[in-house]
């Protein structure tokens, strides 16, 4: 009689096994896409002087943020968080590109953004365009950026932008949008299910 029960528990416990297995779908800490989007294409050059085409990173996830190298507390912190999620990757890493888009063109030159992105990770490329080649770009994404002059600053003005990253899987289709303040662990899961899925 024992055997006979333990062996229905064995039976029982296979089967939620299985049962488990099957509705085991990944829950995204982000805010899903859906159903997802083909991602806008667009070209704008790298901090090497390279162009950077986001259709040509088929195969890669691209992890896209749109900020301000003289940005004092949003942007400094979104990478710093992409920075250390990159490290903790591990070899997935080989899978994931971070882009900075910069709003502010105007004093983001190539050298300063080759300074800026590398000093959070040596992979990370900055990108940079005229005005009228982001303006179409961010309003593909939902994004804005909006000079704000600065009385009494050196700095002469600042930028009000979006400050959530935005997440294109390896088929380049848009997948997740991250608000600013996701977790580092949100992240790091997301991200490392989008560099680990199998796409056709």
């Known amino acids: ?9 064995s039976l029982l416990a296979l089967a939620l096994v299985f049962t488990l297995s099957g509705c085991g779908q990944h829950q995204f800490s982000g805010t ?6 083909d991602a806008a294409d667009f070209t704008l050059t790298d901090q090497n002087g390279q162009p950077f085409r986001l259709s040509e990173q088929r195969g890669k996830v691209v992890l896209m943020y749109f900020g301000f190298t003289n940005c004092p507390d949003f942007c400094p912190s979104s990478m710093g968080k992409l920075a250390t999620v990159q490290r903790e990757l591990g070899t997935d890493a080989a899978n994931v590109q971070v882009v900075f888009i910069t709003a502010d063109p105007e004093r983001d030159t190539p050298e300063r953004l080759q300074q800026y992105v590398t000093a959070f990770h ?16 961010l309003k593909a994404y939902g994004a804005y950026a909006k000079k704000v002059p600065l009385a009494n600053s050196g700095l002469g003005y600042t930028v009000d932008h979006t400050t959530v990253l935005y997440a294109i899987d390896k088929a380049g289709k848009w997948r997740l949008i991250f608000p600013y303040g996701t977790t580092n662990a949100d992240l790091l899961k997301d991200i490392r299910y989008l560099a680990q899925e199998r796409v056709s």
Not at 1 to 9: E, N
Not at 32 to 37: A, F, L, R, Y
Not at 126 to 137: K, Q, S, V
């Open 32 to 37: 899903v896409i859906e159903p997802p989007n």
């Open 1 to 9: 009689m024992q055997r006979r029960l333990t062996w229905r528990l």
């Open 122 to 137: 040596p992979s990370f490329l900055g990108l940079r365009g005229t005005d009228a080649e982001l303006e179409p770009i």
